[in-house]
């Protein structure tokens, strides 16, 4: 395709958006759209208001690395001085001409010069997600786990933190007495399910957050000669410093010495490593069972254990990256499109086939919210190339576009 109509057609319907084109122009832009009605069908959605916003939220939630930051900053702020004056009429209307201003331009930039590209048939139909956006049912997880005893009693947490500590006093009440005859400690297994996460403070003050299909194990109180949790799946530590009592993390393998500090842990079942990253402070690994030799984090490394020949390599991560999770972003660096999918669909409760098995390992960066609409993310991953996503029911099927 004419690289000049490219980057020529987005420029006319910007001018005819914010209302400043010349008689040449409006003719130019008149014969373009005669041609053929896909060009009708594709100058219908560019210039709707609906696309539009849609197009800047997507744009917004997704970090492009591209130099258009300053260019949207300068337009949000003159759309929230507008806003201040919306009571009245003429203002409602400015309010929305920056509105299409600022969509058209992230279109003239980027997003519909490339849909250009794709194909003029994207213009006169949906994509998929927007076929399935109305029917679909998922979405994204939130706060919920369940909290089992040793006896097996449970009682299921929500996002309501006095409830919580109301329905967890009301359980271990009644399991005191019982290990109070037993002379025994009450242990604790924390279990968030796909779709959910959870945060729980210890008995000594250390704070973990649990991200989806995760589990830990953990004693109401902690004894006097030290503190030791297991995990798997994924979960993040604050641990509360403590010099008399060393604080221990098991997992698969592996035991981690902590001394105060801040680091994630991935270590979920079907996979073949786990992956501890320390943010702050100081820890130490070693295999569990005391066979081995200890080896020492600073803060910015990341331990790699493999779980089958029980060996261990330090490298160099974005820490920030690695607990994009827990401040709410999914942060992709140079992962594969099946790394990817089994991340989301642990956090969104789906399922997912490839039906072209040679996606599997395209590779992808950039962040999308955690928070998101679902199509929205699915779009966002259709638009970065050449991949088409279908839904049925609670499946993802992938495929080339």
């Known amino acids: 395709m004419n690289s000049d109509i490219t980057q020529r057609i987005p420029a006319l319907i910007y001018k005819h ?45 997704v970090d492009t690395r591209r130099p258009l930051s300053d260019m949207e900053a300068r337009i949000e702020r003159e759309m929230k001085r507008h806003h201040a004056a919306q009571q009245s009429h003429a203002a409602g209307r400015t309010l929305r001409r920056w509105a299409a201003v600022a969509a058209i331009a992230v279109l003239v930039a980027g997003v519909g010069i490339t849909s250009y590209r794709l194909g003029l048939s994207q213009a006169v139909r949906q994509t998929t997600t927007e076929l399935t956006a109305q029917e679909a049912t998922i ?9 089992t005893l040793s006896n097996g009693k449970t009682v299921e947490l929500g996002s309501d933190t006095q409830k919580n500590k109301t329905m967890i006093h009301q359980l271990l ?21 796909r779709g959910g996460e959870f945060k729980v403070t210890l008995e000594d003050g250390t704070e973990v957050w649990l991200n989806a299909m995760s589990q830990l194990q953990y004693p109401e109180t902690f004894d006097a000669a030290e503190r030791r949790v297991a995990v798997t799946g994924e979960a993040y530590f604050k641990v509360a410093k403590d010099a008399s009592r060393p604080f221990y993390v098991e997992s698969a393998g592996q035991l981690i010495r902590v001394y105060g500090t801040e680091f994630n842990i991935n270590s979920y079942e079907e996979d073949s490593n786990v992956y501890t990253t320390l943010v702050s402070g100081s820890i130490a690994l070693s295999p569990l069972g005391g066979n081995g030799s200890e080896i020492m984090l600073r803060p910015g490394h990341q331990a790699v254990f493999d779980k089958t020949d029980v060996s261990s390599s330090i490298r160099t991560v974005d820490t920030h990256v690695v607990t994009s999770w827990r401040n709410g972003k999914f942060v992709f660096e140079n992962q594969s499109l099946e790394q990817i999918m089994i991340t989301l669909s642990r956090w969104y409760d789906f399922n997912f086939e490839f039906q072209d098995m040679r996606l599997r390992n395209t590779i992808f960066m950039g962040s999308v919210p955690r928070y998101g609409e679902f199509s929205d993310i699915l779009s966002i991953l259709e638009k970065s190339g050449g991949i088409r996503f279908t839904q049925r029911g609670k499946t993802i099927l992938i495929n080339h576009k």
Do not use: C, Y
């Open 139 to 147: 979405t994204h997880g939130e706060t919920k786990a369940v909290l």
């Open 173 to 193: 009440a009644k399991e005191e007495a019982t290990q109070e005859q037993e002379k025994q400690v009450a242990l604790l297994n924390l279990k968030t399910p």
């Open 17 to 61: 958006i914010v209302g400043s084109m010349t008689p040449d122009e409006r003719a130019e832009l008149n014969s373009w759209i005669s041609q053929s009605p896909k060009n009708q069908a594709l100058f219908d959605r560019m210039t709707n208001l609906n696309h539009l916003q849609q197009e800047m939220s997507q744009r917004a939630a």
